[in-house]
Protein backbone atom coordinates (compact mmCIF):
# COMPACT_ATOMS: atom_id res chain seq x y z
CA UNK A 1 0.00 0.00 0.00
CA UNK A 2 1.46 3.30 -0.49
CA UNK A 3 2.08 5.54 1.92
CA UNK A 4 0.22 8.73 2.60
CA UNK A 5 1.92 11.83 1.55
CA UNK A 6 1.17 15.18 3.17
CA UNK A 7 1.47 18.35 0.81
CA UNK A 8 3.77 20.79 2.04
CA UNK A 9 5.09 24.40 1.27
CA UNK A 10 8.52 25.71 2.09
CA UNK A 11 10.24 28.90 1.18
CA UNK A 12 13.59 27.50 0.79
CA UNK A 13 16.48 30.23 0.07
CA UNK A 14 13.95 32.86 -0.43
CA UNK A 15 11.59 30.50 -3.40
CA UNK A 16 8.49 29.32 -2.40
CA UNK A 17 8.80 25.32 -2.90
CA UNK A 18 5.89 22.82 -2.27
CA UNK A 19 6.18 18.64 -1.95
CA UNK A 20 4.35 16.14 -1.24
CA UNK A 21 5.98 14.17 1.41
CA UNK A 22 5.54 11.21 3.70
CA UNK A 23 5.07 11.78 7.39
CA UNK A 24 8.85 10.36 7.82
CA UNK A 25 10.26 11.96 5.62
CA UNK A 26 13.32 13.92 7.04
CA UNK A 27 13.94 17.80 6.25
CA UNK A 28 17.41 16.55 5.00
CA UNK A 29 15.71 14.04 2.56
CA UNK A 30 13.37 16.38 1.64
CA UNK A 31 15.88 19.36 0.55
CA UNK A 32 18.20 16.79 -1.46
CA UNK A 33 15.50 14.44 -3.19
CA UNK A 34 12.56 16.43 -2.97
CA UNK A 35 13.91 19.44 -3.79
CA UNK A 36 17.20 18.74 -5.82
CA UNK A 37 19.29 20.80 -3.32
CA UNK A 38 22.07 18.57 -2.81
CA UNK A 39 24.05 20.67 -0.86
CA UNK A 40 22.59 19.86 2.66
CA UNK A 41 25.02 16.43 3.11
CA UNK A 42 23.90 14.02 4.99
CA UNK A 43 26.80 12.49 7.22
CA UNK A 44 25.75 10.43 10.39
CA UNK A 45 21.73 10.71 10.14
CA UNK A 46 21.29 10.67 14.20
CA UNK A 47 22.30 14.53 15.05
CA UNK A 48 26.18 14.23 15.23
CA UNK A 49 27.73 15.26 12.99
CA UNK A 50 26.56 18.29 11.74
CA UNK A 51 26.83 17.81 8.04
CA UNK A 52 23.20 18.46 7.35
CA UNK A 53 22.99 22.10 9.67
CA UNK A 54 20.55 24.19 7.92
CA UNK A 55 18.67 27.66 9.16
CA UNK A 56 15.44 27.10 10.07
CA UNK A 57 13.61 30.49 10.78
CA UNK A 58 17.27 31.81 10.75
CA UNK A 59 17.86 29.31 13.87
CA UNK A 60 20.48 26.85 12.49
CA UNK A 61 19.12 22.94 13.16
CA UNK A 62 20.08 19.30 12.38
CA UNK A 63 17.49 18.95 9.17
CA UNK A 64 18.42 14.86 9.97
CA UNK A 65 16.85 15.86 13.17
CA UNK A 66 13.52 17.33 11.87
CA UNK A 67 10.94 16.17 9.65
CA UNK A 68 10.10 17.92 6.78
CA UNK A 69 5.98 18.02 7.61
CA UNK A 70 6.53 19.88 11.21
CA UNK A 71 8.22 22.93 9.48
CA UNK A 72 5.45 23.01 6.34
CA UNK A 73 4.94 26.81 6.03
CA UNK A 74 8.45 27.54 7.62
CA UNK A 75 11.66 28.94 6.14
CA UNK A 76 14.88 27.02 5.22
CA UNK A 77 17.86 28.48 4.53
CA UNK A 78 20.37 26.51 2.95
CA UNK A 79 24.59 25.82 1.57
CA UNK A 80 22.71 26.76 -1.49
CA UNK A 81 21.69 30.09 -0.45
CA UNK A 82 24.40 31.72 1.85
CA UNK A 83 25.72 33.43 -1.48
CA UNK A 84 24.65 36.77 -2.65
CA UNK A 85 24.13 35.74 -6.52
CA UNK A 86 27.61 35.11 -7.85
CA UNK A 87 29.60 36.80 -4.75
CA UNK A 88 30.10 34.49 -1.57
CA UNK A 89 29.36 35.41 2.02
CA UNK A 90 32.19 36.35 3.70
CA UNK A 91 31.77 33.04 5.69
CA UNK A 92 32.92 31.21 2.53
CA UNK A 93 35.53 33.66 1.31
CA UNK A 94 36.84 33.04 5.19
CA UNK A 95 37.03 29.36 4.47
CA UNK A 96 38.70 29.60 1.11
CA UNK A 97 41.01 31.76 2.17
CA UNK A 98 41.98 29.64 5.24
CA UNK A 99 41.73 26.75 4.03
CA UNK A 100 38.75 25.66 6.57
CA UNK A 101 37.98 22.73 4.67
CA UNK A 102 39.91 19.89 2.23
CA UNK A 103 37.21 17.00 1.06
CA UNK A 104 34.17 19.62 1.86
CA UNK A 105 31.65 17.21 3.23
CA UNK A 106 31.31 18.82 6.48
CA UNK A 107 31.27 22.25 4.98
CA UNK A 108 27.63 23.02 4.41
CA UNK A 109 26.87 22.20 8.07
CA UNK A 110 30.18 24.44 8.93
CA UNK A 111 28.79 27.43 6.67
CA UNK A 112 25.52 27.57 8.07
CA UNK A 113 26.48 27.09 11.87
CA UNK A 114 28.79 29.92 11.23
CA UNK A 115 26.82 32.39 9.71
CA UNK A 116 24.35 32.35 12.47
CA UNK A 117 26.61 32.30 15.18
CA UNK A 118 28.66 35.39 13.63
CA UNK A 119 24.52 36.83 13.29
CA UNK A 120 24.11 36.64 16.82
CA UNK A 121 27.86 37.21 17.86
CA UNK A 122 29.75 39.29 15.77
CA UNK A 123 33.01 39.32 17.74
CA UNK A 124 33.34 35.69 19.42
CA UNK A 125 35.85 35.05 21.20
CA UNK A 126 38.14 31.54 20.68
CA UNK A 127 36.00 29.88 23.38
CA UNK A 128 32.95 30.85 22.11
CA UNK A 129 34.20 29.56 18.73
CA UNK A 130 35.01 26.11 20.06
CA UNK A 131 31.54 25.79 21.82
CA UNK A 132 30.18 27.38 18.37
CA UNK A 133 31.46 24.86 16.15
CA UNK A 134 31.56 21.64 18.85
CA UNK A 135 28.60 19.81 17.27
CA UNK A 136 29.88 20.17 13.78
CA UNK A 137 32.52 17.13 13.30
CA UNK A 138 35.49 17.32 10.61
CA UNK A 139 37.63 14.77 9.63
CA UNK A 140 40.22 16.23 7.36
CA UNK A 141 41.34 20.09 8.64
CA UNK A 142 42.16 18.85 12.40
CA UNK A 143 39.44 21.92 12.91
CA UNK A 144 43.16 24.65 13.45
CA UNK A 145 42.05 26.02 9.92
CA UNK A 146 38.20 26.23 10.53
CA UNK A 147 38.72 28.19 13.93
CA UNK A 148 40.56 30.75 11.89
CA UNK A 149 38.51 31.07 9.47
CA UNK A 150 35.55 31.73 11.84
CA UNK A 151 37.85 34.71 13.14
CA UNK A 152 38.62 35.67 9.78
CA UNK A 153 34.78 36.01 8.72
CA UNK A 154 34.15 37.95 11.53
CA UNK A 155 36.84 40.66 10.50
CA UNK A 156 35.42 40.33 6.90
CA UNK A 157 31.91 41.47 8.18
CA UNK A 158 33.08 43.92 10.23
CA UNK A 159 34.93 45.33 7.47
CA UNK A 160 31.96 45.23 5.01
CA UNK A 161 29.46 46.72 7.44
CA UNK B 1 19.02 5.06 8.73
CA UNK B 2 15.58 5.79 7.87
CA UNK B 3 12.79 6.39 10.36
CA UNK B 4 10.48 3.19 9.78
CA UNK B 5 6.67 4.03 8.42
CA UNK B 6 4.07 6.13 10.87
CA UNK B 7 0.67 7.93 10.92
CA UNK B 8 1.45 10.99 11.35
CA UNK B 9 -1.00 13.03 13.22
CA UNK B 10 -0.67 17.74 13.79
CA UNK B 11 -3.17 18.58 15.61
CA UNK B 12 -3.89 21.80 15.90
CA UNK B 13 -5.05 22.59 19.93
CA UNK B 14 -4.43 20.36 22.82
CA UNK B 15 -7.62 19.23 23.21
CA UNK B 16 -7.02 17.67 19.62
CA UNK B 17 -3.79 16.17 20.71
CA UNK B 18 -5.86 14.27 23.23
CA UNK B 19 -8.16 12.81 21.39
CA UNK B 20 -5.44 11.63 19.22
CA UNK B 21 -3.63 10.32 22.32
CA UNK B 22 -6.47 9.02 24.01
CA UNK B 23 -7.67 6.98 20.73
CA UNK B 24 -4.27 5.53 19.64
CA UNK B 25 -2.98 4.44 23.44
CA UNK B 26 0.32 2.90 23.57
CA UNK B 27 0.50 3.02 19.51
CA UNK B 28 1.00 6.48 19.60
CA UNK B 29 4.29 8.79 20.77
CA UNK B 30 4.61 12.45 21.06
CA UNK B 31 6.94 14.36 18.96
CA UNK B 32 7.92 17.98 20.34
CA UNK B 33 12.04 18.66 19.26
CA UNK B 34 12.62 15.31 18.24
CA UNK B 35 16.49 15.58 18.93
CA UNK B 36 16.43 12.43 21.42
CA UNK B 37 13.28 10.23 19.41
CA UNK B 38 14.07 11.07 15.47
CA UNK B 39 17.55 9.70 16.47
CA UNK B 40 15.69 6.85 17.81
CA UNK B 41 13.70 6.38 15.17
CA UNK B 42 16.03 6.92 12.50
CA UNK B 43 18.17 3.98 14.20
CA UNK B 44 15.17 2.09 14.18
CA UNK B 45 14.92 1.49 17.69
CA UNK B 46 11.53 2.49 17.99
CA UNK B 47 8.67 2.40 15.75
CA UNK B 48 5.76 3.89 16.87
CA UNK B 49 2.40 3.30 14.54
CA UNK B 50 1.31 7.05 15.54
CA UNK B 51 3.84 10.27 15.85
CA UNK B 52 1.44 13.00 17.39
CA UNK B 53 3.24 16.13 16.47
CA UNK B 54 3.19 18.74 18.92
CA UNK B 55 4.90 21.63 17.47
CA UNK B 56 1.68 23.60 16.10
CA UNK B 57 0.51 23.35 19.51
CA UNK B 58 1.79 27.34 20.20
CA UNK B 59 0.18 27.40 23.59
CA UNK B 60 2.37 25.05 25.29
CA UNK B 61 5.85 27.38 24.23
CA UNK B 62 6.04 29.68 26.96
CA UNK B 63 8.45 30.46 29.69
CA UNK B 64 6.48 31.56 32.82
CA UNK B 65 8.89 32.82 35.80
CA UNK B 66 6.94 33.24 38.85
CA UNK B 67 8.53 34.19 42.78
CA UNK B 68 7.72 30.48 43.16
CA UNK B 69 9.31 28.54 40.49
CA UNK B 70 9.22 28.48 36.38
CA UNK B 71 7.01 26.79 34.61
CA UNK B 72 8.00 25.11 31.22
CA UNK B 73 5.40 24.73 28.39
CA UNK B 74 6.13 21.42 26.69
CA UNK B 75 7.39 23.50 23.34
CA UNK B 76 9.28 25.46 25.02
CA UNK B 77 12.81 24.90 23.47
CA UNK B 78 15.77 24.59 25.21
CA UNK B 79 17.48 27.82 23.86
CA UNK B 80 14.50 29.70 24.44
CA UNK B 81 14.50 28.84 28.22
CA UNK B 82 18.59 29.43 28.24
CA UNK B 83 17.93 32.80 26.99
CA UNK B 84 15.25 33.50 29.62
CA UNK B 85 16.15 36.43 32.26
CA UNK B 86 13.45 35.72 34.18
CA UNK B 87 14.00 32.21 34.50
CA UNK B 88 17.58 32.45 35.43
CA UNK B 89 17.01 34.65 37.57
CA UNK B 90 14.56 32.95 39.62
CA UNK B 91 16.29 29.45 39.27
CA UNK B 92 20.04 29.99 38.01
CA UNK B 93 20.44 26.03 37.74
CA UNK B 94 17.95 25.97 34.76
CA UNK B 95 20.58 28.13 32.83
CA UNK B 96 23.41 26.13 34.41
CA UNK B 97 22.85 22.95 33.32
CA UNK B 98 21.28 23.81 30.12
CA UNK B 99 24.50 24.77 28.53
CA UNK B 100 25.93 21.63 29.05
CA UNK B 101 22.98 19.95 27.24
CA UNK B 102 23.76 18.69 23.98
CA UNK B 103 24.99 21.22 20.96
CA UNK B 104 23.75 24.53 20.61
CA UNK B 105 22.47 23.74 17.47
CA UNK B 106 20.51 21.23 18.90
CA UNK B 107 19.51 23.61 21.71
CA UNK B 108 17.58 25.40 19.20
CA UNK B 109 15.30 22.13 18.58
CA UNK B 110 14.84 19.87 21.68
CA UNK B 111 12.77 20.63 24.31
CA UNK B 112 13.04 20.75 28.30
CA UNK B 113 9.78 19.07 28.81
CA UNK B 114 10.62 16.47 25.65
CA UNK B 115 13.80 15.66 27.65
CA UNK B 116 11.97 15.31 31.17
CA UNK B 117 9.85 12.82 29.52
CA UNK B 118 13.08 11.26 27.51
CA UNK B 119 13.85 10.35 31.24
CA UNK B 120 17.53 9.83 30.23
CA UNK B 121 19.61 9.07 33.04
CA UNK B 122 22.43 10.81 31.48
CA UNK B 123 20.56 13.69 30.74
CA UNK B 124 20.72 17.05 32.78
CA UNK B 125 17.28 18.24 33.25
CA UNK B 126 16.03 15.20 34.74
CA UNK B 127 18.60 15.37 37.34
CA UNK B 128 18.15 19.00 37.73
CA UNK B 129 14.11 18.34 38.10
CA UNK B 130 15.13 16.06 40.99
CA UNK B 131 17.68 18.20 42.50
CA UNK B 132 14.82 20.82 42.78
CA UNK B 133 11.93 18.75 43.58
CA UNK B 134 10.06 20.08 40.34
CA UNK B 135 6.96 17.89 38.81
CA UNK B 136 5.68 17.24 35.12
CA UNK B 137 2.50 18.25 34.72
CA UNK B 138 0.28 15.37 32.80
CA UNK B 139 -3.07 15.70 31.03
CA UNK B 140 -5.40 12.53 29.25
CA UNK B 141 -8.81 12.53 28.26
CA UNK B 142 -11.63 11.13 31.09
CA UNK B 143 -10.77 9.68 34.29
CA UNK B 144 -11.72 10.79 37.52
CA UNK B 145 -10.67 13.99 38.22
CA UNK B 146 -13.00 15.87 35.16
CA UNK B 147 -12.95 19.24 36.55
CA UNK B 148 -16.43 20.78 36.25
CA UNK B 149 -17.17 21.85 32.96
CA UNK B 150 -16.14 25.57 31.63
CA UNK B 151 -13.45 25.00 34.16
CA UNK B 152 -9.86 26.14 32.91
CA UNK B 153 -7.74 23.82 35.06
CA UNK B 154 -4.54 24.72 33.96
CA UNK B 155 -3.19 27.93 32.18
CA UNK B 156 -1.90 25.51 29.62
CA UNK B 157 -5.02 23.08 29.10
CA UNK B 158 -8.50 24.55 28.47
CA UNK B 159 -11.20 22.28 29.42
CA UNK B 160 -13.96 20.80 26.85
CA UNK B 161 -14.88 17.40 26.97
CA UNK B 162 -13.53 15.42 29.97
CA UNK B 163 -10.40 15.76 30.90
CA UNK B 164 -7.58 14.55 34.02
CA UNK B 165 -4.42 16.84 35.21
CA UNK B 166 -2.37 15.63 37.29
CA UNK B 167 1.03 17.18 39.06
CA UNK B 168 3.73 13.89 39.05
CA UNK B 169 6.73 15.24 41.13
CA UNK B 170 9.94 14.28 40.11
CA UNK B 171 10.65 11.59 42.35
CA UNK B 172 8.07 9.59 41.25
CA UNK B 173 8.74 10.54 37.73
CA UNK B 174 11.78 8.81 36.58
CA UNK B 175 10.86 5.52 36.77
CA UNK B 176 14.02 3.60 35.15
CA UNK B 177 16.10 4.46 32.16
CA UNK B 178 13.99 6.37 29.40
CA UNK B 179 11.15 4.99 31.68
CA UNK B 180 8.25 8.00 32.90
CA UNK B 181 5.37 8.04 34.61
CA UNK B 182 3.75 9.49 31.38
CA UNK B 183 1.76 6.88 30.25
CA UNK B 184 -0.62 5.84 27.21
CA UNK B 185 -3.22 8.58 26.07
CA UNK B 186 -1.00 11.31 28.36
CA UNK B 187 0.36 14.55 26.99
CA UNK B 188 2.98 16.11 29.38
CA UNK B 189 1.22 19.69 28.96
CA UNK B 190 4.68 21.26 31.37
CA UNK B 191 6.87 20.88 33.87
CA UNK B 192 7.45 23.22 37.25
CA UNK B 193 10.83 24.20 38.41
CA UNK B 194 10.72 25.64 42.24
CA UNK B 195 12.41 29.25 42.85
CA UNK B 196 16.14 29.16 44.34
CA UNK B 197 15.49 29.95 48.20
CA UNK B 198 16.48 32.48 49.66
CA UNK B 199 20.73 32.51 50.99
CA UNK B 200 21.20 29.68 48.39
CA UNK B 201 23.07 28.77 45.81
CA UNK B 202 23.53 25.88 42.40
CA UNK B 203 25.84 24.65 40.57
CA UNK B 204 26.01 22.34 37.86
CA UNK B 205 29.80 19.98 37.22
CA UNK B 206 30.44 17.43 34.78
CA UNK B 207 32.77 15.40 32.43
CA UNK B 208 32.23 14.85 28.88
CA UNK B 209 34.51 13.94 26.46
CA UNK B 210 33.86 16.53 24.24
CA UNK B 211 31.61 19.85 25.06
CA UNK B 212 28.54 18.55 24.34
CA UNK B 213 28.55 15.08 24.30
CA UNK B 214 26.99 13.00 26.61
CA UNK B 215 28.43 13.26 30.44
CA UNK B 216 30.66 10.43 31.73
CA UNK B 217 29.18 12.11 34.76
CA UNK B 218 27.73 15.28 36.19
CA UNK B 219 26.18 16.65 39.60
CA UNK B 220 23.94 19.13 40.06
CA UNK B 221 24.14 20.44 43.53
CA UNK B 222 21.60 22.60 45.77
CA UNK B 223 22.64 24.46 49.00
CA UNK B 224 20.80 26.44 51.41
CA UNK B 225 22.58 29.19 54.26
CA UNK B 226 20.78 29.87 57.56
CA UNK B 227 20.96 33.53 58.65
CA UNK B 228 23.98 32.81 60.24
CA UNK B 229 25.54 32.08 56.88
CA UNK B 230 25.87 27.84 58.01
CA UNK B 231 25.16 25.06 56.07
CA UNK B 232 20.67 24.08 56.74
CA UNK B 233 20.83 21.94 53.50
CA UNK B 234 23.34 20.43 50.81
CA UNK B 235 21.99 18.12 48.35
CA UNK B 236 22.82 16.52 44.74
CA UNK B 237 21.42 15.11 42.14
CA UNK B 238 23.85 12.91 39.90
CA UNK B 239 24.06 12.32 36.10
CA UNK B 240 24.72 8.60 34.40
CA UNK B 241 24.88 7.53 38.14
CA UNK B 242 22.28 4.59 37.74
CA UNK B 243 18.84 3.85 35.63
CA UNK B 244 17.21 7.33 37.43
CA UNK B 245 18.55 10.21 38.68
CA UNK B 246 20.19 9.61 41.79
CA UNK B 247 19.61 12.35 44.42
CA UNK B 248 21.86 12.16 47.53
CA UNK B 249 20.71 14.78 50.84
CA UNK B 250 24.73 15.38 52.26
CA UNK B 251 23.48 18.10 55.00
CA UNK B 252 24.89 15.63 57.40
CA UNK B 253 28.21 14.92 56.49
CA UNK B 254 28.58 18.62 55.10
CA UNK B 255 27.44 19.82 59.25
CA UNK B 256 25.83 22.95 60.37
CA UNK B 257 28.72 25.07 59.57
CA UNK B 258 29.95 27.52 57.54
CA UNK B 259 30.93 26.87 53.62
CA UNK B 260 34.63 27.54 54.53
CA UNK B 261 35.09 24.54 57.20
CA UNK B 262 31.71 22.33 55.76
CA UNK B 263 33.21 18.45 55.45
CA UNK B 264 32.79 18.61 51.81
CA UNK B 265 34.94 15.34 51.51
CA UNK B 266 32.70 13.08 53.48
CA UNK B 267 29.76 14.76 51.56
CA UNK B 268 31.71 13.41 48.49
CA UNK B 269 31.95 9.88 49.88
CA UNK B 270 28.58 9.81 50.28
CA UNK B 271 27.85 10.86 46.97
CA UNK B 272 30.30 7.64 45.58
CA UNK B 273 28.86 5.25 48.09
CA UNK B 274 25.31 5.80 46.53
CA UNK B 275 26.29 5.67 42.90
CA UNK B 276 25.54 2.53 40.77
CA UNK B 277 27.34 3.47 37.64
CA UNK B 278 27.86 0.72 35.02
CA UNK B 279 30.57 0.03 32.74
CA UNK B 280 30.46 0.80 28.85
CA UNK B 281 32.42 1.70 25.83
CA UNK B 282 33.48 5.07 26.82
CA UNK B 283 34.31 4.64 30.72
CA UNK B 284 34.61 2.03 33.46
CA UNK B 285 32.24 1.78 36.40
CA UNK B 286 35.03 2.83 38.90
CA UNK B 287 35.97 5.70 37.12
CA UNK B 288 32.17 6.79 37.10
CA UNK B 289 32.30 6.79 40.78
CA UNK B 290 35.58 8.22 41.25
CA UNK B 291 34.13 11.36 38.67
CA UNK B 292 30.57 11.95 40.70
CA UNK B 293 32.42 12.04 43.93
CA UNK B 294 34.97 15.04 42.65
CA UNK B 295 32.45 16.42 40.87
CA UNK B 296 30.11 16.09 43.90
CA UNK B 297 32.76 17.98 46.26
CA UNK B 298 33.37 20.98 43.49
CA UNK B 299 29.85 21.43 42.72
CA UNK B 300 28.75 21.77 46.55
CA UNK B 301 31.82 24.26 46.54
CA UNK B 302 30.56 26.56 43.51
CA UNK B 303 26.99 26.18 45.06
CA UNK B 304 28.05 27.27 48.57
CA UNK B 305 29.74 30.02 47.10
CA UNK B 306 26.53 30.92 44.82
CA UNK B 307 24.71 31.35 48.38
CA UNK B 308 27.27 33.73 50.06
CA UNK B 309 27.67 35.76 47.15
CA UNK B 310 23.74 35.49 46.44
Known sequence: MAERTHDITLVVNGTVRRAAVPGRRLLSDCLRHDLGLTGTHVGCEHGVCGCCTVLLDGEPVRSCLTFAVTVDGHEITTVEGLADGERMSPVQRAFAECHGLQCGFCTPGFLCTVTAMLRDNPVPTEEEVLEGISGNLCRCTGYQNIVKAVHRAAEIMAEES | ?310
Open chain 2, 1 to 310: MKPPPFDYHAPRSVAEALDVLAAEGERAKVLAGGQSLIPLLNMRLAAPGHLVDINRLTELAGVEAEPDGVRIGALARHAEVERSEPAAAAQPLLRQALRLVAHPVVRNRGTVVGSLVHADPAAELPAVLTLLGGSVRLARRGGPGTPAAGVSVSPEVPAGGSLTVRDVPAGDFFTGPLESAAGPGELAVSAFFPALPPRSGTAFREVARRHGDYALAGVAALVVLDDDLRITSAAVACVSAGPVPLLVEVTGECGHRPPASAGWAGAARAVQDRAEPEDDIHATAGYRRHLVGVLAERALRDAAREALNG
